[in-house]
């Protein structure tokens, strides 16, 4: 994913966060899953193996889409908060996200 990409895409997270539509922590991102209230779930890149896993497990369960993109640093500077996994609860939000350059296909 190139850099500018990279930058508008953790923007979006940003004002997905601000217009209250991001959920985040391990514990809240599950149960949401579980409601299906989720669209669009996203995971760090270093977050403990068992933690991915588990996550993935239930996108995957429920059909819901699952990137593993940026790292815990990047997610926290843009939501403003120390967080590892995220999910976004809209779809305006999960289409803008997913049409970015590298986006397409990382529904493993």
Not at 1 to 14: F, P, Q, R, T, Y
Not at 61 to 89: D, L, M
């Amino acid at each position: 994913m190139e850099s500018i990409d990279k930058k508008k895409a953790l923007n979006l997270l940003g004002m997905a966060t601000r217009a209250r539509k991001l959920i985040s922590g391990e514990e809240q991102v599950l149960q949401s899953i579980q409601k299906e209230k989720v669209n669009l779930v996203i995971c760090t890149t270093n977050s403990s193996e068992n933690t991915v896993k588990k996550i993935k497990n239930k996108c995957e369960y429920y059909e819901i889409p699952f990137i593993q993109q940026f790292t815990t640093e990047e997610v926290s500077q843009a939501i403003g908060k120390q967080r590892s996994i995220i999910a976004i609860a809209d779809q305006g939000f999960t289409k803008s996200l997913m049409k970015m350059k590298g986006f397409n296909d990382m529904n493993e």
